[in-house]
């Protein structure tokens, strides 16, 4: 089971506890990034996981291929060279304050690399999977077409293709991503994104629904899902579902479709920790759940459960190992301790 | 808009996290005060606000001057002497084992200054509004006496006067307090207390109502506030309502009353950060409602929200801007991270 | 009230808030273990408590000393020597991920201490109480022996002897436990313990309970009750009922037997801080309401009461005054501050 | 005494201690850049400081300016926009291993900043003095621009200019600085620099000597002075001596040219706690001792001593207070406890 | 060897490292006070140590009760009750920056307890020695009659009394100091103090000595210390000399007198970690010598070893034993690790 | 460039700072252990290295094999197993207070590994050197017959090999260690180890030398070394030479010797950041620099610069990287920032 994935790596610079960024006088500094997350997840759970990207030629850079390999992953194709690393700086919630993020992300490394920075053809001989998220292709016009060309080579060695949509408001308009992103669906094979990326990413209104809102219309994902199976064709659709109790608690599922059942997972309601991450980990799940040959819906309750716990972990990576994960999916939500 | 607040401001000395004062091998110190937090948070929504006090001439003192200036409230009629400043060690509670405070305030600058350490005429002479709370009077008679010529100095410069009555029972007793604070009710034009309050510091019994509840008895606070302006004729009473479900978690709503209409805000459930600083916080969003010409129901819920964020947020400052509150207020309460 | 507890002393290294054992660049330090909570609660409620150890002739060793020291409890007849200090590596679960214990006390100077160690007829000449947790006998057959030489002592001086049976099953298994506990319980005059311990440690079984569950079958609990006094004539059992909803909120009550009334205390819901030390806080809280006469339902109360507490608090000892538990006792869950 | 200050603010993430950023997982935030530490400098004298740049409308912009209003600078004239601040990550270093600097800075909010951004007329007004450093030219041609057009406009509001050369090799190369840089000295009136400076910004070397070594030439240091006191006829030089005999202990002291008389100052045997802000805060002390009439070598005395202190104080803002100064001046190295 | 201190004990709040007080969001507490310190020290050293204050009843009282009881100081004659702690706010210099001590320390429980707070028949009944210093007398005049009556007491039991000028200018004057401690002197064994406190307290000048200076003029001591022998016939006399290099590196060394021989004791060259507590470390040590018949050298020499380590760790305690002294001693200076 | 190395891996748990661990509330958590460093070092310069030893199945061993793979080190050797892992709490000395180790690794997985443990053939197939200390064989019977077919199948597949004496004497005895250690000498290349071990481990005798001295006797060296060579052959020798002035300054060089010529290097006093790790840094520089080729001189520069560099660096693991050994090696010791 060999998967790459490809996006930029980022420095989240965090407040003690739930300090607001005003006062901080020091942050916590917690390496990531969507496919980041994807690939430590896989390593963790036994998957050999290879993760390009472009990194600055410094101590920031340098720090960031040891914290991947020290989670198993393959850093071999990471090209060096370029400005910066991104950055953001971000603000814990609480209850009814939000969560803040500020990127400081642009002309980073990743963000104008090109293409030629990399060596596919070495990248993908050995693949099974190819996963990347909306992001990616967000940050730059290059990192869009460098996701093309990764697309297509994937394709050209056989690897499956996951995406997963991840539209992002503060990186570009609905207008600029479906430009984008529509062209490169016909390369994906398993696509992942809830109801609002659904929209503006790749033009579905799902009716009934508000990511606002804590209430789920789970049939209104269904309909989507279906239109989208239809246009695309891809194998598997999934989404998580996140009812935003308060920026403390949330409820945590996700639905699946394999084009022909729908699948609707436990529910988790969570007290957070760090909801960071949730969406790499639960795609992360997915991704080894199909590869495992798991069906529909352990896949589903693997990818949900493995996600959950991410949330109740500080940073952006998911530090579970797959014992915990199989232990939550059979009922173990009490908490108790093991001794 | 030009506000003037008065009072005494402290050092909060908090454990790390939950920790109790008993096992604090460190401090947390936050600068706060009633009045200060008042002028803190009116200057943060644009205001141009002073604040008025006596601090000592050492680093301690200094520093709570450059506290104050950095969130942009004038200093400059801030009185320089007196022997320290007051403190408080305060350990955050958590479930059902409350929050502490152990006050070392007495001999501060401020208890032992009299009306001559402040250039009245000079202080009001530009300013629309005067507010204090029911805890300056209370720390000296020096105090009290400072509190009533400042009153009486705004209204001779036409600054309307609001008070937020805070009673606090480690200060003085009912009979003290109603002693020094029914006189000075003749100045006063808006005024802030809960039922407890109003019966310590006025006299005035609210009926089927305990403050160590989280049940609310709204009608007899309508009763109360009736009774409350018909004595001292005031334009506006305002009480926040605190429904103490445990050290953990609150309800926070609002009455408000202009002598005509009662108005019943929303009701945030709160899983508290901080208390500390909640009320000043209402207090100071119920001033600047007022002054923009908000009319009831819009003050009461611009308070409330201003007054709810405070909680997420460690520290006696509300450091929110006048834009997240407006957020909160417009039904944004998912907590949901924008990104 | 003279009471002797016995039992091996620990250092619990923890992570700072949340993060897990592989994020921990650093780790918080408690002193701790079960019968050293006991003696600590008891001097805080006035006792004269006694414990007796064996600790390594190191830093380590000489500060457990000053931990108990500080609490006021009589150190004297603890024994100085063997090779280390019990160690243990705690992560703070959250929500649906468990805490997670990691021991590493093998080999500790009190696991390899003999009764030869100790001068029993010193430490129980002036004793009326002596309590031990089914953990001690747990870690050594040596301290296995040193416990029943122990309690043969107690009984010689007169002292009740009481025994909370706490399973460990990274100690032990049931077959272990009940070949050494089964025999001892001929000393015991109190016994504690959940069903699970009932049944791993004696040999009980209570049906239509899951210790892993939030439900509770207190008729259950009342049958396993009847059948141990009657097998081994307890004149007090009781077991804290913990409703494990996650690792972040519990219920917390007990039930209290004398032979002839069942008392079922009032339940708590706690926000956990820590819950390490609740049952031991429960013991201490018993031991205390049996000696000052409180009678079954006050003694249940307090001692739930006084457990409650605990696990608001963080670290090990239960660091609350009598008061504080009186106060909670009386009704006082608002967690209002008093000031 | 009214100064007026341009340049970029940045924020300095420096790990805890000793620690290198690769082992930093948090890092402490200070908020400084060169001139605005003179800003802070000169209104911690009891100067009036105006600090002129451009934020942009976060969060860390915010901040910023509330870092220099704690200060007493004047903020009114710091124009908002841009994309975001600059940032260095920086690492202490100790002994043999040097202090290491990571600039993120590129892109900032003023280095994309236009001189049509500053209300120049309304910055010069009423002002006695600017101040820039080399630094800000540096970081763009807009900001070299910037820079001339503010020289400009102090010259015509009969401001004295004063400049701190501060070549910074990761920003420009000799060349590029030369060329910027000799044009703008028609305006200056008093150059600080060491030799350093002198030679890649305006083409003086000096002979025999070393920056990167601890023995000291002075007369090499004069001849070079006199050289630039010819070509650009400015009123006063002045250059600090660092000798760098680790990363822990420097030897630091000045040397100052009226065009009549050197005045070479003591030396302070400095074992250091951050050095950064060092020439800063001797520019400062400089630009304060011209203004104050103090003469040569009072003038000298007061900056070596002030800058002396800032580098026994973590951060960038000179925290000394003009008493501390005068203190260090008379004699009073011994550290000794004043109680 | 049953040794009596009395005296105040203070909080001492230290910003983290060397950070100013301004700069300090958080202070690390210690627990300290002259005659505790001594009181510690001897208890460490094996000695029967007892502890006279008047403490608040609030959980910083109790706390400080807690750490004397840790360091295993019997604190059963301590009375409770009064306002408050005394505080002290104290800032680590570095280098040429002296450190700095905010004192909030008056109106503490001590400075307002009499005579009769005390039962100093059943204190002194069993003592040996009586330790104080003259700090304590210089709090208040309530305080200075409290020592009277107890050195009075202790002459009445047969105890050794001991006394450490100890002058605080902060305290009170010269004048006010001779007038309080001159007749006090009647009852002093041992006579501890350097040649400013000699000055200041006692009147006598000792010539060119200058206590800001690194220089030493021993000979200078020795006619003082001639001298106050003549006058007061004290046993013993001794002195620290401290040589000031900077905030950061002082010498180290001692005289002592017994009206025979004098002894001027080694050296240290100490890397300061908290000069604090160095005084009273050295009293405890030349108490402890003189309690145990060392002779002269002997005392001085573990006397000024106890302090020199004193100084060395952080915070006020003399957290060191007496093998460690010994080792010290004995010239083991080189910080070599055993291992 | 092929090293493997093999040992136990450690976690040093640290208090914050300057503490003692008597007053350690939390400890800092640094993986380390001597060869574990050297692999890392090597890593670092460019080579490939393995590690080998046995890691307990739990968080703390996982978390090892991350901080190993974080710096590339190849891990794919180690054995999975065992009861605990080895630990040492050790306090960081000053001035003239020792550091202190307080060893608890007793009983760990690699003390109870046996050889079986191990597939030697495939750890050594392709492998150029072989490094051990002679902490590993103290250690237990096991480990030294670990050790010893270690070296029997490194010479088997061709490998050199080194040893660094390392003599531990809270490990063993010196009778004990020369009758384990001189049989080893057969298969040893390269021997490493101070006077000190050449004494306690091989017995030779160097004259007019004392470790605990700052004072070298580079003369006594020489003729020990040369009767080293006559003995047991060794291509090299080397042996750091430290200065121990005091815990905090050290001098720091290095002799070496082939059989041919000595070289005796440049001295560093370093201001000691933490002083762990030096000796293994070295003997990683060394081995580095023979099998670069670098010559006698040029191999002892390199390696006394590395591992004077890792003295400035908290933790056990020298985290600098080649160019920074170039840089200081080139006399760049100013500590002057570069930016």
């Known amino acids: 089971m060999r998967v790459v994935t490809l996006g930029e790596m980022m420095i989240r610079l965090m407040p003690k506890g739930n300090l607001r960024i005003e006062q901080a006088e020091e942050f916590e500094a917690y390496y990531g990034g969507d496919e980041s997350i994807v690939a430590a997840s896989l390593a963790r759970f036994g998957a050999e996981s290879r993760y390009v990207t472009k990194l600055p030629d410094n101590p920031l850079g340098r ?4 914290k991947l390999r020290a989670q198993g992953v393959d850093t071999s194709f990471i090209a060096v060279g370029g400005e910066r690393m991104g950055l953001n700086f971000y603000e814990n919630g609480a209850s009814m ?6 990127y400081d992300r642009k002309h980073s490394a990743m963000a104008e690399a090109t293409p030629d920075d990399f060596d596919f053809d070495g990248i993908f001989r050995d693949a099974d999977w190819f996963h990347v998220a909306g992001i990616t292709p967000a940050i730059s016009d290059n990192a869009a077409q460098t996701v093309k060309v990764a697309m297509q080579t994937a394709k050209k060695y056989g690897a499956k293709v996951s995406v997963d949509l991840n539209y992002r408001s503060k990186l570009w308009s609905p207008e600029k991503a479906q430009s984008v992103m529509i ?16 929209e503006k990413v790749l033009g579905f209104r799902t009716e009934n629904t508000d990511v606002n809102k804590a209430a789920l219309d789970v049939e209104g994902y269904r309909k989507t899902f279906r239109a989208m199976k239809e246009k695309f064709g891809f194998s598997y659709i999934g989404s998580t579902l996140r009812q935003s109790y308060s920026a403390s608690d949330n409820g945590w599922s996700a639905l699946l479709y394999d084009g022909k059942e729908f699948y609707h997972t436990s529910t988790y309601d969570i007290r957070l920790v760090d ?15 199909i590869l ?32 915990e994960v199989y232990s939550l999916m059979s009922g173990n939500t009490s908490g108790r301790v093991q001794r």
Do not use: H, W
């Open 63 to 66: 720090n960031a291929v040891r």
């Open 292 to 323: 495992s040959g798991f069906g529909l819906a352990k896949t589903g309750e693997f990818a949900v459960a493995a996600s959950a716990l991410k949330q109740t972990v500080r940073g952006d990576f998911n530090l579970t190992d797959i014992g």
């Open 97 to 102: 304050r939000p969560s803040y993020v500020l």
């Open 275 to 289: 909801r960071g991450g949730g969406g790499a980990s639960f795609a992360a799940g997915m991704i080894y759940g």
């Open 183 to 198: 062209p490169l669906m016909q390369y994906v094979d398993v696509c992942i994104g809830n109801e609002e990326d659904a």
